[in-house]
Every structure is written in structure tokens, then in C-alpha cells.
């Protein structure tokens, strides 16, 4: 249990480095992508086939878009208080302006 999690913090940590650097519609549209192959490998394949498919891929995407998905609210955040900040600082040097 101990080398599942050690394995699974590590596949998280790749996520995030990799949402960093991926613009969020490319991950969208891999995630899309993956998502039609999911579907149709559930329709077209054997039931094994499609749950082996489901397992082996579909749960490691879903947890890269999860990640990537917090990853890209947490720098809309630092962007929104980078710009909030600014905002401020630029009030108060307006003020000594004047």
C-alpha cells in the first residue's frame, strides 16, 4: 500500500509539472480525445477488453485532468491577486500624485 502511494504522489507531482506547461485546450482536447476512445473501445470492444481499457487509461487521465483542473484554478487565482495588488498599488500612487 505504501509503494501505491509512493507511485501515486508521484504521478501527481508529473501532473502538475506537465498542467504547467500544456495550454488548457490542449489538455481539453486530450482529454476529449481520450474520452471518445474510452467510449467507443466500451461499445466496440469485448467487455474485458473495454474494462482493461478503462482501467490502463481511463483512471490515469482522469486524474491528470483532476490535477490539471487545480492547477490551472490556482494560477487564475495568483493571477487574480497579482492583478488585485496592482490595482491597489496603482490607487495609492495616484494618490501621491495629486
Known amino acids: 500500500m505504501y509503494l501505491l502511494g509512493v507511485y501515486l504522489s508521484s ?4 501532473c502538475k509539472a506537465r ?6 485546450w490542449k489538455i481539453l482536447f486530450l482529454e476529449l480525445l481520450v474520452t471518445l476512445g474510452l467510449i467507443l ?3 466496440l470492444a469485448p467487455f474485458y477488453v473495454g474494462l482493461a481499457c478503462y482501467v490502463l487509461i481511463g483512471v490515469p487521465f482522469t486524474i491528470f485532468g483532476i490535477v490539471a483542473h487545480k492547477e490551472e484554478q490556482r ?3 495568483v493571477l487574480d491577486d497579482q492583478n488585485r495588488q496592482l490595482k491597489k498599488t496603482r490607487k495609492l500612487l495616484k ?4
Open 11 to 14: 504521478y501527481v507531482d508529473w
Open 19 to 24: 498542467a504547467r506547461t500544456m495550454s488548457l
Open 41 to 43: 473501445s466500451v461499445i
Open 75 to 77: 494560477q487564475r487565482e
Open 95 to 98: 494618490g501621491f500624485r495629486n
